[in-house]
């Protein structure tokens, strides 16, 4: 079986449209799963699944982007009314492209 | 007798503070530098200098009786756009740009421009490429695409304006060359002719960067050729870009001569006009006194140095890009007055201020001071103007030292000076990913902590622990490259045009380098470089064994202050 390369693990109220956008914008596999619980929980039980070491976690309030070899702080994070720009952010975190400036604002 | 030398260059200005004692070595109490704080020989340049010698009182407890100078050469510096009057004559032809980080499908569209909105009446005859503006959601748009093709709709291509190209793709048609993030795509002339065209990732344009091809595609008449050549050149090297005709009536007569709109023309020391050949080699110092044309107009020119920027051998898209702007590294020295300036520095020292030496006499004995040397003969001074070649018979100047690398790598990395400033002399690496960084030499290291998510796939500037990001797409290996062209055609070139202008150095001679730009290693290896063939002893200063190649001036001038018996 092939492990994902990004797991998103989203709460009730986080914006999974969004999310899948921006990922297939920039040509990434997202696997996205709902589950209970907090942003920053939930990525870092994310990128323990994920194949690339990256999780994403979101709940009503926030998203968060968690590296499996750094689990103790976001690497990424923004509020839920942008979650296509975070999304297209960590995205490019996966594939190794450069950022935008300014992906949370 | 407490006195400063005090050298003030274009970009630095160095303090020396000594007491000095009949029959005594001076007893060095301080020495330091800051930026200058002015052109080179204004008055302005006094504020710093004033700092400094605030800085030497607090440390020494006392003021410094008398300021030593040397005299002064005011030099100026600028990078020459010379493609700028070339993108004002594209601008009345052609829209053309890069486009789009994430464009979707591959291949190239050509037809009329309309608003996705259009796609709604009877379908027309001709191709055309659907403008989606940001307020069009993408399943909308890709909604409205397939509709109009179901409806007989020739649709070749797509510009969006926000940055959904893959999503349309998706959903409309994944072949089809879609281009996004067109900032300004609700203001292309609708109506106009357009081309689009998407590269597989990894290469670069290939059709609207030939200049036939796009003139057949914009539906160019043979007298346009200009503008599409124009055009291509400005998309070369991209991955996705697209064109579009500027209506005719929108566009003004561009059939003026733009060769004769960019030249830049230089006067002789005989009075004789030449045209600057950008790809010559520049004539020896004194042989220019004026120029005149796009650069504008100067007088009294000591020296004229001009090169191209560098180009990395094997980055043709990045050649191509950088052919396009035409820049043009150009640097002047002018003759320059000093007097109000040794009267605003007098002013600032009980003693007052005197000039004690030429320039060339203080560099050589602040040279000699370096251990091992005994005597320094020929002291090449890299300061951040000129180049100065300082010898017994005085010193030859030559236009372009320093600031102009800094205005070369600020022109190749598409940044300011003070960024530019730093990546000159810094370490750059690119990060691969949040924990790996490549080297300039091609070697990996494992970072602990990850990397900033802006450094992240950026060529960065190594300082000290931190990373700062570059905006520039080049692996540190082409990066380096470039730096080191740089400095090799500015400085080691210099270096090599003031020892031909006095008759050569004889083989097995020491030269010294001082300077702020000798203190960067790279400099001192690409001037030794430059000078193998010569055989010469070539050394970095060690002022004082203490202060590197620097203050080299400064510290001569109160050596010369203690020589002539002056106490």
């Given amino acids: 079986m092939t492990a994902d390369p990004v797991v998103a693990l989203l709460a009730d109220g986080a914006p999974a449209s969004a999310l899948a956008a921006g990922f297939e ?32 976690g979101g709940d009503e309030a926030r998203l968060v982007l968690i590296l499996a070899a750094a689990p103790g702080r976001p690497y990424l994070e923004a509020p839920v009314t942008r979650g296509r720009s975070f999304a297209q952010a960590a995205a490019r975190v996966a594939a190794r492209r450069p950022l935008r400036l300014r992906y949370d604002s | ?141 890709a909604g409205r695409l397939r509709e109009a093709r179901a409806g007989g709709w020739n649709i070749t291509a797509a510009i969006v304006e926000a940055d959904d190209a893959v999503l349309i793709g998706n959903r409309f048609d994944r072949s089809l060359p879609i281009v996004d993030e067109v900032a300004d795509a609700a203001s292309l002339p609708l109506g106009a002719r357009a081309a689009v065209e998407v590269s597989e990732p990894g290469a670069s344009v290939e059709e609207l960067s030939d200049p036939l091809r796009l003139g057949v595609l914009l539906g160019f008449g043979p007298e346009e050729a200009r503008s599409a050549r124009t055009a291509a050149r400005a998309l070369a090297g991209h991955r996705a870009a697209l064109a579009v005709r500027v209506p005719r009536s929108a566009s003004r007569d561009t059939t003026g001569s733009v060769a004769t709109d960019l030249s830049i023309v230089l006067v002789g020391s005989d009075g004789a006009e030449e045209t600057l050949d950008e790809h010559a080699a520049p004539p020896p110092p004194g042989a220019v006194a004026a120029i005149r044309g796009s650069a504008g107009e100067r007088n009294g020119l000591l020296d004229v140095y001009w090169h191209t920027l560098p180009v990395p051998a094997d980055d043709p898209g990045f050649a191509r890009r950088l052919m396009r702007r035409r820049a043009l590294a150009l640097a002047l020295l002018a003759r320059g007055e000093t007097g109000g300036l040794v009267e605003a520095i007098g002013r600032l020292c009980p003693g007052g201020a005197r000039v004690v030496a030429r320039e060339s006499d203080a560099a050589v004995l602040g040279a000699s001071t370096t251990p091992g040397a005994g005597r320094a003969p020929f002291v090449l001074d890299l300061g951040g103007g000129t180049v100065d070649l300082h010898r017994a018979e005085g010193a030859v100047s030559t236009a372009g030292a320093g600031d102009l690398v800094t205005r070369i790598c600020a022109g190749l990395l598409g940044c300011d000076s003070a960024l530019a400033e730093r990546a000159k002399r810094r370490r750059s690496a690119r990060v691969e990913t949040p924990f790996v960084l490549h080297h300039e030499d091609g070697s990996r290291s494992f970072l602990g902590e990850p990397a900033p998510p802006e450094a992240l796939a950026h060529l960065c500037l190594v300082d000290g622990r931190g990373l700062v990001p570059l905006l520039a797409p080049l692996a540190p290996e082409v990066w380096r490259g470039l730096r080191r062209a740089a400095k090799r055609d500015v400085l080691a070139r210099n270096v090599r045009r003031a020892i031909e202008a006095v008759g050569g150095v004889p083989a097995g001679e020491l030269v010294t380098l001082v300077g702020g730009s000798a203190s960067d290693g790279e400099v001192v290896d690409v001037v030794a470089a430059e000078l193998a063939d010569l055989d010469l002893a070539v050394a970095r200063g060690d002022v004082l064994g203490r202060h590197g190649p620097r203050a080299a001036v400064a510290v001569g001038l109160v050596l010369a202050f203690v020589g002539a018996g002056d106490r």
Avoid at chain 2, 19 to 44: D, N
Avoid at chain 2, 94 to 103: E, F, L, Y
Avoid at chain 2, 105 to 115: E, F, P, S, Y
Wanted: aromatic letters at 2%; a negative charge.
């Fill in chain 2, 1 to 141: 007798m407490l006195v400063a030398g005090v050298d003030v260059g274009n970009s630095t200005t160095e303090i020396a503070v000594a007491r000095t004692e009949p029959g005594r070595e001076p007893e060095w109490l301080f020495v330091a530098r800051r930026p200058t704080t002015g052109a080179k020989g204004s008055e302005a340049c006094a504020e710093g200098v004033a700092e400094l010698l605030a800085a030497a009182e607090r440390r020494v407890g006392e003021r410094a009786h008398v300021a030593l100078l040397a005299e002064l050469h005011p030099v100026e510096t600028g990078l020459v756009e010379l493609g700028r009057l070339e993108e004002l004559v594209l601008e009345q032809t052609a829209i053309a740009r890069p486009a789009s980080d994430t464009p979707s499908g591959t291949g190239v569209g050509a037809g009329t421009l309309l608003a996705v909105d259009e796609l709604d009446g009877a379908p027309r005859a001709e191709p055309v490429v659907p403008v989606i503006v940001a307020r069009v959601d993408y399943d909308d748009a």
């Fill in chain 1, 25 to 56: 914008e920039e040509g990434v596999p997202l696997s996205v799963r709902h589950a209970p619980g907090e942003a920053a929980a939930l990525a870092r039980e994310a990128a323990g699944q994920a194949a690339l070491g990256l999780g994403i």
